[in-house]
């Protein structure tokens, strides 16, 4: 059974960046048939996706997120990784990890989501 | 970039009731169009994918419509556990992918 942990800091001081893992289990990262992703929702708001990643390492990114974001990947420990720059308070959100396929690009797979809070 | 605008932005229904909600997006996107359902405190679960096709193990009162620009999302017969808040989702091939602004469901 596939599962997908974030974890990571909890809170993050404005300016700072926000660094997140999620650690997949029960299945393979480097499975040519999925990209790897992070999708964030502020307190009380919709959705929002950040960017996603293949195995290989190909990145995709929210244009409006563009500028601040890093996904990495370590086909080694089965994690990725999320850098957000530059935080302020708009970025407060659950942060959630998540799978999808390559060809319908549908989010069947998501993690529990971690709530990281950006204040001093 | 493509926007999605989801309708409406809550709701109040019956048990029993048929329930529509619409996204269109700015621009065509053929049938590229998924929807979720999400309750309070846990993360969206995928009910529908490419506008039409009902993701397994989800109930048959839920279906979904539409190509080009509007979709539609249907819950034939609104039940008690139904209460949450739906968005659609668009993608392209990049991949990017956009959510509408949800749509909170609710019993009257």
């Known amino acids: 059974q596939l599962q997908l942990q974030e974890s990571g800091p909890g809170l993050v001081k404005p300016s700072e960046t926000l660094s997140l893992t999620c650690t997949v289990s029960?299945?393979?990262?480097?499975?040519?048939?999925?990209?790897w992703g992070w999708i964030r929702q502020p307190p009380g708001k919709g959705l929002e996706w950040i960017g996603s990643?293949?195995?290989?390492?190909?990145?995709y990114y929210n244009p409006s997120l563009k500028s601040r974001v890093t996904i990495s990947v370590d086909t080694s420990k089965n994690q990725f990784s999320l850098k957000l720059s530059s935080v302020t308070a708009a970025d407060t959100a659950v942060y959630y990890c998540?799978?999808?396929?390559?060809?319908?690009?549908?989010?069947?797979?998501w993690g529990q989501g971690t709530l990281v809070t950006v204040s001093s | 970039d493509i926007q999605m605008t989801q309708s409406p932005s809550s709701l109040s229904a019956s048990v029993g009731d048929r329930v529509t909600i619409t996204c269109q997006a700015s621009?065509?996107?053929?049938?590229?169009l998924n929807w979720y359902q999400q309750k309070p405190g846990k993360a969206p679960k995928l009910l529908i994918y490419?506008?039409?096709n009902l993701e397994t193990g989800v109930p048959s009162r839920f279906s979904g419509s539409g190509s080009g620009t509007d979709f539609t999302f249907t819950i034939s017969s609104l039940q008690p556990e139904d209460i949450a808040t739906y968005y659609c989702?668009?993608?392209?091939?990049?991949?990017?992918?956009?959510f509408g602004g949800g749509t909170k469901v609710e019993i009257k």
């Open positions: 998540a799978r999808h396929l390559t060809g319908v690009i549908a989010v069947a797979f």
């Open positions: 029960g299945g393979s990262i480097s499975s040519s048939s999925y990209y």
């Open positions: 990643i293949y195995y290989s390492g190909s990145t």
């Open positions: 621009q065509d996107i053929s049938n590229y």
């Open positions: 490419d506008a039409s």
């Open positions: 989702q668009q993608y392209d091939n990049l991949p990017q992918l956009t």
